[in-house]
C-alpha cells in the first residue's frame, strides 16, 4: 500500500507493499467501503456454498500483481485481488469449463463474454480477471465458479 511519495493511487492500482499481506482493514480501506461489500459478500458466498474446502491464502505476486487472496484445494478455485477501488477475481477455464461455458454462450451477459473471448489462452486454460462493481458482476463470478465446481451445499 505504501506508494511512492507524492503518488496518487489510480483506479485498479493493486496493493505491492511486499513486507506483509493485508489484512482486512488494510482491504476495506484501499478497495473503498462499497467493494468492500462485494468483497465480504463473495468470500461469505464460497464459505456458504463450499464449507472447509478451502483455506484462503495470501500470495504476493511481485511488485506488479501485488497480493492476491487464492483459493486453492488440489486446483486453483479462484483468486481475490484487491485493488484501489474495486477488486477483482481471477477464475482459470480449463478445456472442460471453456467447453461448459461455450454451451452456454448466449446466456452469459455481453460484456463477460467479450472479457471470455479477449482473454488470451494458456497451456492451463484461459484466466479471466473480472473487475467486481456490481451485483451483477459478482453473480457472473459466482456463476462461474459454480460451473468451475459445483457447490457440497445448497446454502
Known sequence: MILPTGTIPQIGDRITDKSAPPDESAVREWIGPE?????AELRNW???FYPGVFAPDWLYGGKNRGWSLRYKKTKAFTALVP???RF???VVMGG???EKFDERRYVWRPQLVKLYDDAKTYIDGKWLTVAISSADDLHDVTELLTMKRPP???G
Open 83 to 85: 485493488e484501489y477501488r
Open 152 to 154: 457440497l451445499s445448497r
Open 35 to 39: 467493494a468492500f461489500e462485494h468483497w
Open 46 to 48: 464460497i464459505d456458504e
Open 88 to 90: 477483482s477475481a481471477i
Open 96 to 98: 472442460t469449463e471453456r
